[in-house]
C-alpha cells in the first residue's frame, strides 16, 4: 500500500530546504562584497590621507601629533609612487593655498586626469625600472628638497613603486647600469626588502637620503604601503627613513641569490668600495 502525499510533502521540504539555503549563500555573498568594497575604500590612497590629516586653523594633525603651520615660511609638497597622485590630491585638498610648490612623479597613464593646481610639476616615468624620465623627475624632487630651509615643512608621500620612479644612482653609476641592476634584482627571486636593500646603497636618494637632502627642514611623510609588515625602510626603498642595511649585507645578498658573477661591474665595485669603507653608507638611526 502507498499514497503520493509524503513524496509531495518531501519534495515541497527540499524545494523550501534550497531556496534557504541559496538565500544564505546569497546573504553571505553579500556580506563578502560589502566588506571587499569597505577594506578597498579604507585603503584608497585620497580616503587614507585624508583620514589621517586634518587641518584646525594654523595647525596641521598627522595621527597623533600637531604641528604648528606658524613656523614656517614655506610648505613644500614632494610625492613618488604609483599613489602618489591622489595622495598630495588630498593634501592640496587640506592645505590648498598654504602649499608653496611640489613635485610629484608617478607611473605611466596614473597621472591622466589628475586635478593639482599649478602649483605642482607632475611627472609621468617607468615602473618597475627606471628610465631617463625617472631621472629627471628624482633630480627635480633633489632640486627642491636641497632648496629648502630650517623654515620649511616639507611633506612627503611615499607609495609603492617609489623604489623605480625615484632614481638618482650613485656616483659613477649611469642609468644603464642601475636598470640592469634592477632588472637582476627583480628576476633573481629574492624578496622586495632585500631586492631594495641593494637599490638603496647604489642611489643617492633611496634609503634615507632624501630626507637628508631636506636638512635643516622639517620633513614629515606619509607611507602608503604595499609591504607585508609595513617596514617603512622597504616601502619604496625608504627615501625619507634611516636605513638598517649596510654595503656588507648587500654583498651578501648578490652572493645568495649568485649575482656576483653577472651583476654589474661598476655597481659590484661601488658595493666592495662601501664595504671597505670608501663610501658613506646611507644614514642609519639615530642620525
Not at 594654523?58 to 595622495?87: H, P, W
Not at 610648490?101 to 625600472?129: D, M, N
Not at 619604496?236 to 656576483?260: I, R
Request: hydrophobic content about 40%.
Amino acid at each position: 500500500f502507498s499514497s503520493a502525499p509524503p513524496p509531495v510533502r518531501f519534495a515541497c521540504a527540499m524545494a523550501a530546504a534550497s531556496a534557504a539555503e541559496e538565500a544564505r549563500e546569497e546573504a553571505l555573498r553579500s556580506l563578502a562584497r560589502r566588506i571587499f568594497q569597505v577594506g578597498c575604500k579604507a585603503v584608497e590612497p585620497a580616503t587614507a590621507v585624508l583620514n589621517a590629516v586634518k587641518l584646525h586653523g594654523n595647525t596641521l594633525q598627522v595621527r597623533d601629533e600637531c604641528i604648528s603651520l606658524t613656523g614656517f615660511d614655506d610648505i613644500l609638497v614632494v610625492g613618488a609612487g604609483k599613489a602618489s597622485i591622489a595622495m598630495v590630491e588630498a593634501l592640496e585638498k587640506i592645505l590648498g593655498k598654504r602649499i608653496t610648490r611640489g613635485v610629484v612623479v608617478t607611473k605611466y597613464g596614473h597621472a591622466e586626469g589628475h586635478t593639482l593646481s599649478s602649483r605642482f610639476e607632475v611627472f609621468e616615468a617607468a615602473h618597475p625600472t627606471p628610465d631617463e624620465l625617472s631621472l629627471a623627475a628624482t633630480g627635480r624632487v633633489l632640486e627642491v628638497a636641497e632648496a629648502a630651509g630650517p623654515r620649511t615643512l616639507v611633506l612627503c608621500c611615499v607609495s609603492g613603486g617609489s623604489s623605480a620612479l625615484l632614481c638618482a644612482p650613485a656616483a659613477g653609476l649611469s642609468l644603464a647600469e642601475k636598470h640592469e641592476a634592477t632588472k637582476q634584482l627583480l628576476g633573481c627571486g629574492c624578496p622586495v626588502h632585500e631586492k631594495n636593500a641593494v637599490l638603496k646603497h647604489l642611489s643617492r636618494v633611496k634609503g634615507g637620503q632624501l630626507l637628508c637632502a631636506c636638512r635643516p627642514a622639517r620633513v614629515v611623510t606619509l607611507v602608503l604601503s604595499d609591504v607585508v609588515g609595513d617596514p617603512l625602510d622597504s616601502i619604496g626603498s625608504g627615501p625619507t627613513v634611516p636605513d638598517p642595511w649596510t654595503f656588507a649585507d648587500c654583498m651578501k645578498v648578490l652572493e645568495n641569490y649568485h649575482l656576483k658573477g653577472t651583476f654589474p661591474k661598476a655597481c659590484l665595485e661601488h658595493l666592495d668600495k662601501g664595504v671597505r669603507g670608501l663610501v658613506p653608507d646611507t644614514p642609519k638611526a639615530p642620525e
